[in-house]
């Protein structure tokens, strides 16, 4: 981009860089918010960073459409909270939520499968581990009717959610009179806890999204007993001795994890827990799966004085719902609702509903009425999901981590500036200046770049940022020391300009090109705010070339060809002592070529 000696015209490189600098602060204040504020990260402005790690029965990776499907959803979910500004976007094989501000504690909760099927109850047992609880059947819950509650009609608590349900549980109903269990139902206690060993923790999820072999592991084992085909038999009866190891093999209890949460195959019984972990069912293939649901929402249910969350099914689900209760009511069975692999209501059927509606009542809150009521509206994953990472930060703490970021830059600035000026002077003062035309450049490429592509700068991109000052500091470095080569050899200034940046440029394109490479190396293989550093450190590295081609050579160029003796003067740009020394040099050479020729 340099001319040769005689032929650089400084003026034309300044206008381009004044343009470009014009052109993109016009596009920072015409477009957009028309505020020239970046978009920061939640470790910079506050607010709630969620990692989820896609997980599959076998292990192996997931599809990028069942990736971008679950991304949709999980989208969905994120704007029926209401939050401005909330993000979802895919990190490799990793979804990652981030919602600013203070309100981010319901993205904790979004990653949930929210696989929601209708499954018969075949059987239940008591689960001794938890608390005493009656060691009678468990008592039936409203019967999920389309009518009007009768008054006074009891209502009883359903099954709480363990990490991966909502922590309070519905019981179903929507009215009617309690009744009996299930005739068919049993209720042999399973075997106590104590002798039963829990399931391995999970292993922390991999960074690409893969699960990890003891992981699969879990799940095939908890599915090969807990979903074996033969618990039930040809006849509708219970396999006793099977379904009394697949029972004991389970662990119900708030802080238990389940492997096979969000991973049951719809086609095969199985067992689970329900009813606060009191209680283990067991229960058949599933008649009606939860894609049916038309619409649900949640409401507070004035009779029974709780929050519910009210179903209506489409079309399809609604004949099936009706052709199960209809043919069900006679033997008043249990239909469990089962949320990730999770029984959080299994009220016994009192009525056929034939209108599609059905209301799902419990120990809920407000808020948790309505984080399940979106969760089921707005449909479930394609995937499994397990929280890899949850960050949240304060505004207060953001906003000092900013200040923090924004003084660690002053300081290394400063220090560059001091050495500059006392190092190069004049010289020192255009690195001073190119630093700042730098970062004007830099600045309003990272506001566009938020608007365009939804970059958000963060602490780690903030260190980038830092490191890429002494890396423009090196290229002026480069630079002048060249000059000062070309000095030493008793060049003037003037002529040592032009032939001390062809030299100097090479050096620092190779030098700038392995920083670069770097950079974008470490952005492909890192996640997370490592890549927030690598981008930084890249981004900076090309402007930097840009400063040093358009700006730092043609002002040295112009204060080189000045007619003004102070600007011109070597010693008042850091000099004087190499043309003293280039000086030395070329009378030395010119006393051995003399006394050559006399010789």
């Not at 292990?59 to 069942?66: D, L, M, V």
């Not at 719902?321 to 999770?342: E, G, P, R």
């Not at 450190?537 to 002002?555: E, N, W």
């Given at each position: 981009m340099a001319a040769s000696a005689g032929h650089l015209r400084p003026g034309r490189y300044l206008a381009l860089f004044a343009l470009i600098v014009i052109v993109l602060y016009a596009l920072v204040f015409l477009t957009g918010n028309h505020k020239p504020t970046p978009k920061l990260g939640i470790d910079l402005q506050g607010g709630t960073r969620v990692t989820?790690?896609?997980?599959?029965?076998?292990?192996?990776?997931?599809?990028?459409?069942?990736?971008?499907?679950?991304?949709?959803i999980i989208e969905r979910r994120v704007n029926g909270i209401g939050v401005g500004g909330t993000e979802v976007l895919?990190?490799?094989?990793?979804?990652?939520?981030?919602?600013?501000?203070?309100?981010?504690?319901?993205?904790?909760?979004?990653?949930?499968?929210?696989?929601?099927?209708?499954?018969?109850?075949?059987?239940?047992?008591?689960?001794?581990?938890?608390?005493?609880?009656?060691?009678?059947?468990?008592?039936a819950t409203g019967t999920p009717t389309s009518g009007t509650p009768k008054p006074g009609a009891p209502s009883s608590s359903a099954p709480a959610a363990t990490s991966s349900a909502p922590p309070s549980s519905p019981a179903a109903g929507g009215g009617g009179a309690a009744a009996a269990p299930a005739q068919q139902q049993s209720t042999t206690p399973a075997p106590p806890s104590s002798t039963t060993p829990p399931p391995s923790s999970q292993a922390p999820a991999p960074s690409d999204g893969?699960?990890?072999?003891?992981?699969?592991?879990?799940?095939?084992?908890?599915?090969?007993?807990?979903?074996?085909?033969?618990?039930?038999?040809?006849?509708?009866?219970?396999?006793?001795?099977?379904?009394?190891?697949?029972?004991?093999?389970?662990?119900?209890?708030?802080?238990?994890?389940?492997?096979l949460e969000g991973n049951d195959d719809p086609k095969l019984p199985l067992v689970a827990c329900g009813d606060h972990d009191t209680y283990k069912y067991l229960l058949e293939p599933e008649f009606l799966p939860g894609t049916e649901i038309a619409d649900a929402t949640s409401g507070y249910d004035q009779q029974r004085g709780q929050w519910a969350v009210n179903l209506s099914f489409k079309a399809e689900g609604t004949k099936i719902?009706?052709?199960?209760?209809?043919?069900?009511?006679?033997?008043?069975?249990?239909?469990?609702?089962?949320?990730?692999?999770?029984v959080v209501s299994a009220p016994a059927i009192q009525a056929a509903i034939l209108d599609g509606n059905t209301q799902i009542t419990g120990k809920f809150t407000q808020t948790e009425a309505k984080d399940l009521s979106d969760i089921l509206k707005y449909g479930s994953l394609?995937?499994?999901?397990?929280?890899?990472?949850?960050?949240?930060?304060?505004?207060?703490?953001?906003?000092?981590?900013?200040?923090?970021?924004?003084?660690?830059?002053?300081?290394?600035?400063?220090?560059?500036?001091?050495?500059?000026?006392?190092?190069?002077?004049?010289?020192?003062?255009?690195?001073?200046?190119?630093?700042?035309?730098?970062?004007?450049?830099?600045?309003?490429?990272?506001?566009?770049?938020?608007?365009?592509?939804?970059?958000?700068?963060?602490?780690?991109?903030?260190?980038?940022?830092?490191?890429?000052?002494?890396?423009?500091?090196?290229?002026?470095?480069?630079?002048?020391?060249?000059?000062?080569?070309?000095?030493?050899?008793?060049?003037?200034?003037?002529?040592?300009?032009?032939?001390?940046?062809v030299r100097a440029r090479r050096t620092i394109l190779a030098s700038d090109g392995v920083s670069f490479l770097a950079a974008a190396i470490l952005y492909v293989i890192a996640v997370g705010d490592v890549q927030g550093f690598a981008?930084?450190?890249?981004?900076?590295?090309?402007?930097?070339?840009?400063?040093?081609?358009?700006?730092?050579?043609?002002?040295?160029?112009?204060?080189?060809?000045s007619k003004n003796a102070f600007l011109s003067n070597p010693r008042h740009l850091g000099l004087g002592a190499v043309q003293q020394l280039g000086s030395q040099r070329k009378k030395s050479t010119s006393v051995g070529r003399a006394n050559v020729k006399e010789a």
């Open positions: 989820l790690t896609a997980r599959t029965p076998d292990g192996g990776q997931p599809t990028r459409e069942s990736l971008n499907q679950a991304r949709q895919l990190d490799g094989n990793n979804v990652v939520i981030t919602v600013p501000g203070e309100q981010g504690d319901q993205a904790k909760n979004l990653g949930k499968t929210a696989k929601l099927g209708f499954r018969k109850v075949v059987a239940n047992a008591t689960q001794p581990v938890v608390p005493p609880q009656p060691t009678n059947p468990p008592p893969s699960v990890d072999a003891e992981t699969a592991k879990e799940i095939q084992a908890a599915k090969a007993v807990r979903q074996d085909p033969k618990l039930i038999g040809a006849d509708g009866q219970a396999n006793q001795e099977l379904v009394a190891k697949a029972m004991a093999s389970l662990t119900c209890s708030p802080n238990a994890k389940d492997p719902w009706a052709d199960f209760t209809s043919k069900n009511v006679s033997q008043q069975a249990q239909a469990a609702f089962v949320l990730d692999t999770q394609p995937l499994s999901f397990a929280s890899s990472d949850a960050t949240t930060v304060s505004a207060t703490l953001g906003l000092a981590s900013l200040q923090a970021g924004l003084i660690a830059g002053g300081i290394g600035l400063l220090v560059v500036f001091v050495y500059c000026l006392f190092y190069y002077r004049l010289l020192g003062v255009l690195t001073i200046l190119s630093l700042a035309l730098s970062g004007a450049l830099v600045f309003a490429v990272l506001v566009l770049l938020g608007r365009w592509i939804g970059y958000t700068l963060d602490l780690a991109g903030i260190a980038g940022l830092i490191i890429a000052i002494g890396i423009t500091a090196d290229s002026f470095v480069i630079y002048f020391e060249r000059l000062k080569d070309e000095i030493r050899e008793g060049r003037t200034f003037r002529s040592a300009v032009p032939r001390g940046w981008f930084t450190l890249g981004m900076s590295t090309v402007l930097d070339l840009v400063v040093v081609y358009l700006v730092t050579h043609p002002l040295v160029a112009m204060v080189s060809t």
